[in-house]
Every structure is written in C-alpha cells, then in structure tokens.
C-alpha cells in the first residue's frame, strides 16, 4: 500500500516552528506590557507624592513669607521648595519615559499579534490543503484497490471459466 506524502510537509513544519516561536516571544511582550505597565503606576504614584511635598513646602514658605522672622529660614524653605521642584520634573520625565516604553511595547505586542494571525492563517490553509490531498490519496487508494479486487474477481471468473470448459471437453 502506498504511504501518503504531503510535499509542502517542511513549509507546514516552518510555518509551525514559526508560530510558536510568536507565541512565544508574544508571551513575552505581553509579560513585558505588564511590567511596563507597573513601572509606569510606580512612577505616576512618586511623581505624586512628590507633588504633594512640592505643595506642601511651598504652602509652608508662604506661611513663612507673612511670618515675620528669620531669613535664614526663608531661604532654607525656598531652596527645599525648588529642591522638590526639580524633584517633580524628574519624576515627571521618568513618567514620561515609562509611558513612551509602554506605548512602544504595545505597538511591537500589537505587530507580533498580527504576524502570529498571518501565520495562523498559513498553517491553517496549509492543513487544510493537506487534508484535501490526503483524502484524495485516500479516495484514490480505494479506488485503486477496488479496481484490483474487480480485476481478482474477474481473473477467478474466466480462470473457472477455462476450467468448467476443460472439465466439459475432457
């Protein structure tokens, strides 16, 4: 009996290898987004506190404007206040930092997403395909041996035939 060959077997086996080498590098984006993701809160959550302290220290050096009193620490609670200001900004480039590297994970998840469906496609037609052929080679295999049982029978039919009729002239 002949053994089915599909011939497009080694690009079905590529586009497999393929696929799950997307699946998994998309696990890993995906991984990636969420911890992207974390790092922007943690970021969000330190810009706003030291938001807070910002606010805080320049709600007490205004208190101290009006106090009269010692300059000394006047000067101290305006140069903490733009301590905390520059601390602000930077915390707020981090931010922003953290938020462009989440948009950008994104965009990769998103394009690996679709060259996983790409590649679904190409196995799927590509399985498809295959099962198509198979059940032709199936169809034809049966066909094939229903011919060779036909041409057995026949073969047993005239072979008692040739014998009846020696049988009959003996």
Sequence with gaps: MAVFRFPLQPKLDQFLDDKERIER???DLMERVRAAEQELAAARELRQKAAQRLTTARDHLAEARRRPGRAGELAERHQFAEHLDQ??????AEERAEEAKVVELEHKQKNKGEELLEVHG???????F???KLK???????????NERDDDAIQRWAHQRREEEEDGRV
């Design 25 to 27: 590098e998309l696990a």
């Design 136 to 146: 032709e080679f199936e169809a034809e295999q049966e066909r094939l041996a229903e």
């Design 122 to 128: 190409q196995v799927r037609n590509l399985e498809d």
């Design 130 to 132: 295959r099962d198509r």
């Design 87 to 92: 601390l602000v900004q930077q915390r707020l």
